[in-house]
Nanobody
Framework: QVQLVESGGGFVQAGGSLRLSCAAS????????IGWFRQAPGKEREFVAG????????DYADAVKGRFTISRNNAKNTVYLQMNSLKPEDTAVYYC???????????????????WGQGTQVTVSS
């Protein structure tokens, strides 16, 4: 069983930056694909960024390309999401998720992920 805990969320003005962390426990996630998703009030959960097990493949939603960067440190069992040039429309609860079955690719659909964190709130003011 894998437990995921997100941290690093908060309140920031438009144009600012935040770095989210997703720390795993229970077992190593070095062989898992990891995704970041977000959900704003009244909206469905959407894919933000993903990284495969070796960091050789990353993928981003069009809305965050060029502003967000996903990375991982398998030695620390942690995945990061660096968010720059934040916009009010980035306001949401951000979740990380782990997927062990297809770790060599990036999965963008939430239902294919087996493990989820509790989420961290990101609020961007205009």
């Amino acid at each position: 069983q894998v437990q995921l805990v997100e941290s690093g969320g908060g309140f920031v003005q438009a144009g600012g930056s935040l770095r989210l962390s997703c720390a795993a426990s229970g077992r190593t996630i070095a062989s898992y694909g990891i995704g970041w998703f977000r959900q704003a009030p009244g909206k469905e959960r959407e894919f933000v960024a993903g990284i495969n097990w070796s960091s050789s493949i990353t993928d981003y939603a069009d809305a965050v390309k060029g502003r967000f960067t996903i990375s991982r440190n398998n030695a620390k069992n942690t995945v990061y999401l660096q968010m720059n040039s934040l916009k009010p429309e980035d306001t949401a609860v951000y979740y990380c998720a782990a997927e062990p079955s297809l770790p060599w690719k990036v999965i963008t659909t939430p239902h294919e992920y087996d493990y989820w964190g509790q989420g961290t709130q990101v609020t961007v003011s205009s």
